[in-house]
């Protein structure tokens, strides 16, 4: 083998933090294993469900599909419109009543492969427009947020986004990072659904936080990975209407994988709020640029479940009831495993009560965590991140008692 050959010296690669445990996971023979490591939907018996809406909406799409020709760059207008109404829709406002910068024109939507294309292109834009920014991404922070920024060779800085008992904002210190950033850079914030924490803001905490980006002229990016899951979607946005209210350019990276249980048909989308219309449109310019060097044209079919469901009052308004419901489910596991710690002397976990959205952390360290899955066959990621939906009233018990053992 010549030393120029693709295969010369080569050595494996790490594999990802969340997939490789994922990964484990399958591999385990064990019928008793239960998996807390993925970061998807599961209903009570394990399975990630097709909701009843989007099997509505694939019936309907079979039935009358005439193509399967390309969708334009920025995705279809149709689907990028609805997902506009769905992104920025205000409390109390009629779905497809839009704030004031959008019919300004100041609000440009682009249909991207899930919510790690939408990402993506936002830190392609960063380096594009502001070349000598970092991005900045708390402490601790979803990992794919700076592989994707070493990827585009932007560099970036953590700060931190919890107190040292892991048990609430350190607004201080969020704070006292945006005014250590260089005017230009760019913070990605989770918009809800902190993964992996679970601790969000305040609505009086992010219009803070809102303001001292605001006033240093940072770029805020919005990760709105789990809009629904937290609050409800017009409340998850609590965040992104911080931001509008504080006269922010922002970028929002949207995603239908959770709230649609889309996660194999890659639906995503990169809202961009500018200074104003001439330039929303110059920087759509800019994005596309970037999309057509890297997917070219966003995949069709998943786009076209979520337009047929938002399109539809009565489609959307089943899907509204299976988004409250997966919510309410994963509140109601929350509940139900901090009574199930304290039943087995596990400690004080009330703070898990306040947390919003699948995940929390339990603390737990590396050790910790390969006890559980040698000794239980429960898997758990760094910290011990914990999906709230992997648990089901028979698991409960099981791994709080788990949990408690380690902890004694």
């Known amino acids: 083998m010549s030393n120029g050959s693709l295969s010369a010296k080569i050595s494996s690669a790490p594999s990802d933090p969340i997939f490789g445990i994922v990964e484990a996971f399958r591999a385990d023979p064990r019928p008793e294993k239960i998996n807390l490591a993925a970061g998807v939907y599961m209903e009570e018996d394990g399975v990630t469900p097709i909701l009843a809406s989007v099997r509505e909406a694939e019936r309907r799409l079979l039935a009358n599909s005439t193509t399967k020709l390309y969708k334009p760059i920025g995705g279809d207008p149709a689907l990028v419109k609805l997902l506009r109404a769905l992104i920025f829709r205000e409390p109390g406002a009629p779905f497809g009543a839009l704030p004031a910068i959008a019919n300004e024109g100041r609000i440009e939507v682009l249909h991207t492969p899930g919510g790690t294309g939408a990402v993506r292109l936002a830190v392609e834009l960063v380096k594009r427009l502001r070349p000598n920014a ?35 904002l350190d ?34 905490q992010w219009r803070v936080i809102a303001g001292a980006v605001a006033a240093r002229g940072i770029l805020p990016i919005l990760d709105f990975a789990y809009q629904g899951l937290g609050d409800g979607l017009v409340e998850d946005a609590a965040s992104l209407r911080a931001f509008l209210a504080a006269g922010c350019e922002i970028l929002v990276a949207a995603s239908a994988s959770k709230n649609f249980a889309l996660y ?17 449109a110059a920087i759509l310019t800019h994005a596309k640029v970037a999309i057509r060097a890297a997917w070219s044209n966003p995949p069709g079919h998943g786009g076209e479940i979520v337009a047929e469901i938002l399109g539809d009052d009565a489609l959307r308004v089943q899907w509204e009831g299976e988004v409250t419901a997966m919510r309410e489910r994963i509140n ?6 901090v009574v199930a710690l304290a039943s087995e002397g596990a400690g004080d976990f009330s703070h898990l009560l306040t947390g919003r959205g699948m995940f929390s952390l339990l603390g737990l360290d590396d050790a910790q965590l390969k006890r559980l899955r040698d000794e239980q066959a429960i898997y758990l990621v760094a910290r011990g991140r914990i999906n709230f939906a992997g648990l089901s009233a028979v698991k409960i018990p099981i791994v709080a008692k788990a949990v408690a053992a380690l902890l004694r």
């Not at 970036?156 to 048990?167: F, L």
């Not at 194999?264 to 929303?280: Q, T």
């Open 134 to 168: 970092e991005i900045w991404v708390s402490d601790p922070t979803w990992p794919n947020h700076t592989q994707i920024a070493d990827a585009v060779g932007v560099p970036h800085r953590s700060h931190p986004w919890i107190s040292a008992d892991a048990r609430a």
């Open 171 to 204: 607004l201080d210190a969020v704070l006292q990072s945006i005014n250590a950033a260089k005017p230009g850079d760019a913070f990605i914030f989770h918009g809800a659904c902190h993964n992996p924490t679970g601790i969000d803001p305040t609505a009086a």
């Open 264 to 280: 194999d048909e890659r639906v995503g989308a990169l809202a961009i709020v500018a200074e104003d219309k001439e330039a929303a």
């Open 332 to 337: 109601g596991n929350r509940r139900a495993f």
